[in-house]
């Protein structure tokens, strides 16, 4: 009884850790540009398929293959600034509805590209690590590398914030972007960082995640709704509120996934967020702001 | 300020014939047109003559500054509804089919209670997340949903005699002689609304929220109205549907359908009533006749994609924006002073 639990534990740290990396770069995001990106998840399915093309069809090392869906996850997210959030700035549904007109493009053109076949990939390590000196109790080396890649770069996220200038330029742009701008703050750079940053780490946990799940074209829409959940319960806007809700979320959907099914999982989450909206709709840890 | 009522209606007799004169028309080509179209083209019309429906709802939502994420789910509660009444209990359909969209509605009214605690993006999210929760409802539970696949073998609509004649509905010409005469009074109840005190109220409650507030307007209770009316007619779309395909799966009204009518609306312009038609419409159109002809069908959701972001884009007043000017090109008058609302702008 107890390796289940323990097991339980260290499957819902894997969950909370590639799930914190999607659902920060969302709130990251929202925070500096007020903008909700409906295209996340398919960020994340493109971090996938970046492994998919260049691990499984190129042969490349897969760590380059991780690095290289990295940059082009992060350009792309600039690109997506430059292009699409910025023209909407004033309009506060403009950016979602845009996003979710490029969700459907990003979809199609990967399925058109790649085919809506679900693939599997196997991972490049295939080792098993016991944890807790228990028998039962084991952690595949492929899941550790999501948890270490999740604390390093969001780690290297909050000391980037807390500690650089332009760290605080974001911060800045976060709490009020006209005040920034009268400081000096480019409020068009600081949104370009955002996206790019918040594309990134989208990326990372779809390529290292990628060996570990199936990836398909659709792959992104059960990731951002429990982004959105973990959005949402954390305090949108609030990235420590972000990293806290994913441990919570996914401590919670993986217990009540092993202890009923799924879908009871999903519907439990779902109704997290609506108490969340209900009671406190600023989140557990979100401020007035932007609310 | 702009002003979101539109200037059609009023005016003159002379105004009033000539609108006559173009609906008269226009239902003649209606009645004409199943006729001149192939087989599946006619089973297209039918779905496009219920997705009328569905858009001009929404649209009655978005009048008092709301998008819900949920409106097809609430379509599906009325397809669900109608085709347990019908299948397990027994109702006579066309019954049915007013229980199933009274059903929506109710579904809608308890929804109102937490949704209308929120506002603008939180009002979105939380709307998508209760049409989630009650989509992974009908997926869980086998009985009475059906679960993953649906109700199936719903009775369908019930020919009618009269005298010699029987008309069946199983003929998709005739059901869409049916469909056209419901979605029409629904378009008449709708549009008869949007005119009256109440509709009215509706664009104060979205442009001037608090200011109708001062002045004595229960703007929770209008938003409840506007929600719980628009879900009524969708859940009569969602009825129409149900009983014709005779089956109903939850994967039929998943995010993605939201956001197909999100697309219809948006692309056709929210601030007249004719603007969400004349956007399912065209796309429709677009999508039967141009995709389909050049057979790229895995496509199509990438056009769709880019339709959209383009129209945000370039023509964020939609397709209803150039109405005027095409009008003032026609007419040979400069085109009167831009009106509407931008999609998603509160």
């Not at chain 1, 074209?217 to 949108?236: E, K, T």
């Not at chain 2, 007799?13 to 087989?39: D, E, N, Q, R």
């Not at chain 2, 579904?107 to 979105?124: D, E, I, T």
């Amino acid at each position: 009884m107890l390796d289940l639990f323990l097991q339980t534990v260290v499957n819902a740290t894997y969950a909370a850790s590639y799930l914190a990396l999607v659902a920060v770069g969302l709130a990251l995001i929202f925070g500096v540009m007020g903008v909700i990106n409906f295209a996340h998840g398919e960020l994340y399915m493109l971090g996938a398929y970046a492994v998919v093309y260049l691990y499984v069809e190129q042969e490349m090392n897969y760590f380059a293959a991780v690095a290289i869906g990295l940059i082009f996850l992060g350009v792309l997210g600039a690109a997506m600034e430059r292009g699409l959030f910025r023209p909407m700035r004033d309009n506060p549904l403009g950016g979602l509805i845009v996003s979710i007109g490029l969700l459907l493009m990003l979809q199609a053109a990967v399925a058109m590209g790649f085919g809506v076949r679900m693939e599997h990939i196997t991972a490049p390590y295939q080792t098993v690590i016991q944890v807790f000196g228990m028998e039962g109790v084991v952690i595949p080396l492929q899941r550790l590398f999501v948890i270490l890649a999740a604390i390093i770069l969001l780690g290297g996220l909050w000391v980037f914030l807390r500690r650089t200038r332009l760290g605080w330029a974001m911060r800045a742009c976060a709490q009020d972007n006209e005040a920034a701008a009268l400081q000096g703050i480019s409020i068009n750079q600081t949104a370009r960082l955002a996206m790019c940053i918040g594309a990134a780490l989208a990326g990372v946990a779809g390529a290292l995640t990628a060996p570990l799940v199936r990836t398909y074209p659709y792959m992104g829409h059960s990731v951002i709704v429990a982004a959105f959940i973990v959005i949402i319960v954390g305090g949108i806007g609030s990235l420590e509120g972000a990293v806290i809700a994913a441990v919570l979320y996914a401590f919670v959907h993986t217990f009540v996934t092993t202890q009923f099914d799924g879908v009871i999982a999903d519907i439990v989450g779902l109704v997290m967020m609506m108490l969340v909206l209900i009671v406190r709709p600023t989140g557990l840890f979100g401020t007035k702001d932007r609310a | 300020m702009p002003d979101a009522v539109g200037s059609r209606g009023g005016g003159g007799g002379g105004k009033l014939a000539y609108t006559l004169i173009g609906l008269v028309l226009l239902y003649a080509l209606l009645i004409v047109l199943p006729h001149l179209v192939s087989f599946s083209q006619k089973e297209i019309l039918v779905f496009l003559t219920i997705n009328v429906l569905v858009v001009v709802s929404y649209r009655l939502l978005t009048l008092t500054g709301e998008w819900s994420l949920g409106h097809v789910v609430i379509m599906g509660v009325g397809a669900y509804g109608s085709g347990l009444y019908a299948k397990a209990l027994g109702v006579p359909v066309p019954l049915a089919m007013l229980l199933g969209a009274c059903t929506a509605a109710a579904v809608a009214f308890v929804l109102s209670f937490p949704l209308f605690r929120m506002k603008g993006f939180y009002f979105l999210i939380g709307s998508f997340a209760a049409g989630e929760i009650i989509r992974l409802l009908w997926k869980r539970f086998r009985e009475p949903f059906g679960g993953p696949k649906g109700l199936k073998l719903l009775p369908s609509f019930p020919d009618i005699e009269i005298g010699v004649v029987t008309i069946s509905f199983f003929d998709p010409v005739n059901y869409y002689y049916f469909c056209l005469i419901v979605v029409s009074v629904s378009l008449f109840i709708l549009y008869r609304l949007e005119r009256s005190r109440i509709g009215l109220t509706f664009h104060a409650v979205h442009w001037e929220d608090r200011l109708a507030e001062a002045v004595g307007v229960n703007t929770w209770r209008l938003r409840t109205l506007a929600f719980v009316t628009a879900s009524f007619f969708a859940g009569l779309a969602g009825a129409l549907l149900g009983h014709y395909l005779t089956t109903v799966n939850p994967n039929q009204f998943d995010v993605e359908q939201m956001v197909f009518v999100l697309i219809w609306v948006i692309v056709g312009g929210t601030a007249t009533f004719y603007g969400p038609i004349l956007g399912v419409v065209v796309l429709t159109v677009i999508n039967e006749i141009v995709l389909r002809g050049l057979g790229v069908d895995q496509a199509r959701p990438l056009i769709y994609g880019a339709i959209l972001v383009a129209t945000m884009l370039f023509l964020p007043q939609g397709l209803e924006s150039l109405v005027p000017k095409a009008k003032a090109l026609f007419t040979g008058r400069r085109p009167a002073a831009p009106q509407g609302q931008r999609a998603g702008a509160e």
